[in-house]
């Protein structure tokens, strides 16, 4: 006589966390100026990414001094940021986010920190002249657009439709 065997699975969330984590190679974020976050108002030559470049990078050529926002935000950020990320994959592992869910929580943290540097930049100073036309000492900021513009963007490269038949 044959016996007959019976298996349950209890899935407990184990295929969404695979599916999760087979995602997470697919998936990264990117801090910065994105897109129409760059664009000001029309008409304006100089958009977001073209100042923010000036001021990272600096143009000796027109006499203004390199004033790193996002890479010296990055560097200084760098160990609390890989916390915040192994942080963020073990709760991915464990169910409670998706990976989406997981780098948008290290890139919103990013921006913030960013946006945070503009504001409390001082060095190296404007020159007299431009915080006379600004009406402002604060090196990054004019009318706050730049500032604004800066987000985080979570990419999900080759995203698979999810099962559900």
């Known amino acids: 006589m044959a016996r007959r065997?019976?298996?349950?699975?209890?899935?407990?969330?184990?295929?969404?966390i695979v599916e999760d984590l087979n995602a997470a190679g697919e998936i990264f974020i990117t801090v910065g100026?994105?897109?129409e976050q760059g664009e000001r108002k029309e008409g304006d030559p100089a958009t977001n990414v073209l100042i923010g470049s000036v001021h990272e990078f600096g143009?000796?050529?027109r006499g203004i001094p390199q004033r790193s926002f996002?890479?010296?935000?990055?560097?200084?950020?760098?160990?609390?940021?890989g916390t915040l990320t192994a942080k963020a994959m073990d709760r991915m592992a464990s169910g409670q986010l998706s990976a989406?869910?997981?780098l948008g929580a290290v890139g919103q943290f990013?921006?913030?920190?960013?946006?945070?540097k503009i504001t409390k930049l001082r060095e190296p100073p404007n020159a007299p002249a431009?915080?006379?036309?600004?009406?402002?000492?604060?090196?990054?900021?004019d009318t706050g657009q730049m500032r604004a513009s800066i987000t985080h963007v979570v990419h999900n490269?080759?995203?698979r439709p999810s099962g559900g038949g």
């Open 110 to 116: 990013a921006q913030t920190k960013i946006q945070q």
């Open 70 to 81: 996002i890479r010296s935000t990055m560097d200084e950020e760098r160990e609390r940021i």
């Open 130 to 141: 431009t915080i006379a036309q600004k009406g402002s000492s604060n090196p990054l900021i």
């Open 33 to 35: 100026i994105h897109g």
């Open 5 to 16: 065997s019976t298996v349950i699975v209890r899935d407990l969330g184990y295929s969404q």
């Open 59 to 61: 143009s000796p050529s």
């Open 100 to 102: 989406a869910q997981a």
């Open 157 to 159: 490269v080759g995203k």
